[in-house]
């Protein structure tokens, strides 16, 4: 399986599907928010064709990730019979459509170790099929309850398949104003599809990839005034906000608070920049009794009467993230447009003009997409917090040196396991900046090349006074006589800062000595974010000219506690 690449290349991507699927090419193309995509749509009606044969010509473009998108009553022939209410034969039919599920499913596997990744679309009755209501979800006769079960069937069979994806299309259609079916093209040029599915399957489509590669959002930052809570609290007083039952207005902040709520909980850094009074401002969303959120629900905040898009900068370097990460939400349209121009790196989404629409338009954001939720993500939010308690004994202690020492960091490494390969892949796909070659794989690719012969994987976990940092490293090499290079070394940035690649470098270095390496290698690739790690490294090399590690300068540091786990 080749690599996942990075976001500065164009990923090529394949689309098989039985109508014709040209327009989602276009629309995949054309877009200007990454990933760069260079897609091919293969001719229609030659699904199982594709997927079952190697050497189909639609796969001489090399595609890194296969999109299949298929209807139900064209792949699936039992299902079409249902439709026409053929009642006297349906039993045999719903189970026979669920055979000819199992069997694309096995194609769908069978193509996916081809590709990096596979994107399936599920299964949806076309929106103008009215079929007999009564009888559509009747087990063994229904066309909605055999849909169901097809679906289900798919997901059982691609779960253990970590590159195969199988996307919800039923909420694409659910989310249209208009028609997601096009008849008359349909009957011009087989184009099943409206223009506005087609757009909104692009966009669902690049979301998951920008999961994929690591470029999705990781920070929402929230102004309070009319964003947070209805009314000014420094005019209106915290009593007289609008906020929370019985008043309509002020449900519709707290259905807003739930829904920040909801996304901080799945790993979602919560920030606040707001104009405000700071000590009024805290101890309105401590003390309000209407509060979803409270102060420990974010992990830093700007409140003061500055700039917002500086205050944003001043953010970005406490949180020690790329602005890209941050998603800026404001109820003003002049504060918007400021950060826009000032900060195009921010997203910054247009509010909608009503309250009552903020919570519905928070959750349909796609810029959070994720591989997966694991327990850092759940915990990020504490970790960022004591990272604020740790700034602060720095700055009561007033000496780097003694700082470290009183953090007591510890550092357990271990060489990777099955438990920690979720992590450990997640790490090696979303971390840019501090990413010695940038290289992506999913679990199954990074698992079969650490079991290979003369190549070693280490993971390692950091933990302070102040508490667990997590699974915050990676780090491989292969061995080739007396040679080691160092194919992998990944560090989240919330240890950056700290000696912690230093230890982690050291324990590499000696790791691949105890193999027989006589001469320890690596060579930093140049991405648009990863400037940490190729100034890390280069201060390490003996003769930059062949990037040769001076043993000499990667000594774990004193004030770091190394642990091995076997």
Same mark, same amino acid.
């Given at each position: ?182 008849? %008359?093209?349909? !009957? ?197 917090? !004591?990272? %604020? ?144 790690? %190729? ?32």
């Amino acid at each position: 399986m080749t690599d996942i690449r990075t976001e500065s290349n164009a990923r090529r991507v394949l689309l098989v599907g039985d109508t014709t699927l040209d327009p989602l090419a276009r629309m995949l193309d054309k877009g200007s928010d990454a990933p760069r995509l260079q897609t091919f749509a293969a001719p229609y009606g030659q699904v199982y064709q594709i997927l079952l044969d190697a050497n189909h010509s639609a796969w001489s473009v090399r595609p890194e990730t296969l999109v299949v998108w298929t209807v139900p009553h064209l792949t699936l022939p039992s299902v079409k019979k249902l439709l026409l209410c053929n009642f006297a034969s349906a039993p045999e039919e719903y189970d026979a459509a669920l055979r000819e599920a199992e069997q694309f499913g096995e194609a769908v596997v069978a193509a996916s170790e081809r590709v990096c990744q596979v994107l399936v679309p599920t299964w949806v009755l076309p929106t103008h099929e009215r079929w007999i209501q009564t009888l559509t979800w009747r087990h063994g006769v229904g066309v909605s309850n055999l849909l169901a079960k097809a679906n289900l069937l798919l997901a059982d069979k691609f779960a253990a398949i970590e590159n195969i994806v199988l996307l919800d299309a039923a909420y694409w259609h659910a989310s249209l104003e208009r028609p997601a079916y096009d008849p %008359r093209m349909y !009957a011009v040029a087989k184009i099943l599809y409206s223009p506005q599915l087609f757009e909104k399957a692009a966009a669902e489509i690049k979301a998951v990839l920008r999961g994929t590669l690591g470029l999705a959002k990781k920070v929402i930052v929230c102004d309070l005034d009319n964003t947070l809570w209805g009314g000014v609290v420094g005019d209106d007083g915290a009593q007289n906000l609008k906020l929370g039952a019985p008043d309509p207005l002020g449900e519709c902040f707290v259905a807003f608070q739930t829904a920040l709520k909801a996304f901080r909980s799945r790993g979602i850094l919560l920030t606040i920049c707001s104009k405000n009074d700071e000590s009024l401002a805290l101890s309105t969303i401590e003390e309000h009794p209407a509060m979803i959120l409270r102060k420990n629900d974010f992990v830093a905040w700007r409140i003061n009467w500055k700039d917002k898009a500086e205050n944003l900068l001043n953010l970005a370097e406490e949180l020690n993230l790329g602005l890209e990460s941050f998603v800026f939400l404001d109820d003003s349209p002049q504060e918007r447009d400021q950060v826009r121009q000032i900060l195009p790196q921010v997203y910054v989404p247009d509010m909608p003009a009503s309250p009552s629409l903020f919570a519905p338009f928070l959750t349909t954001l796609n810029c959070f997409e994720t591989q997966g939720v694991g327990k850092e993500d759940l915990e990020r939010t504490a970790m960022y917090q !004591a990272e %604020r308690g740790r700034k602060e004994a720095l700055d009561l202690s007033g000496d780097v040196d003694n700082w470290l020492g009183s953090l007591q960091i510890e550092v357990r490494a271990a060489p990777l396991r099955r438990e920690s390969l979720v992590r450990a892949t997640q790490l090696l796909n979303k971390t840019n900046q501090f990413n010695l070659s940038l290289r992506r794989l999913d679990e199954s690719a990074f698992w079969n090349w650490s079991a290979e012969p003369n190549h070693s994987a280490y993971t390692f976990n950091v933990t302070d006074r102040f508490g667990d940092f997590g699974l915050v490293g990676l780090a491989s090499f292969a061995v080739t006589g007396s040679e080691a290079r160092i194919v992998d070394f990944v560090m989240s940035c919330r240890v950056m800062g700290k000696k912690v690649e230093e230890a982690l470098l050291g324990y590499t270095v000696n790791s691949a000595r105890a193999v027989g390496a006589e001469q320890v290698m690596a060579s930093p690739v140049e991405g648009p974010r990863n400037q940490p790690a %190729r100034s890390f490294f280069a201060s390490k090399f003996s003769n930059p000219d062949v990037a040769s590690i001076d043993p000499i300068r990667v000594l774990i540091p004193p004030q770091i506690t190394m642990k091995e786990e076997s």
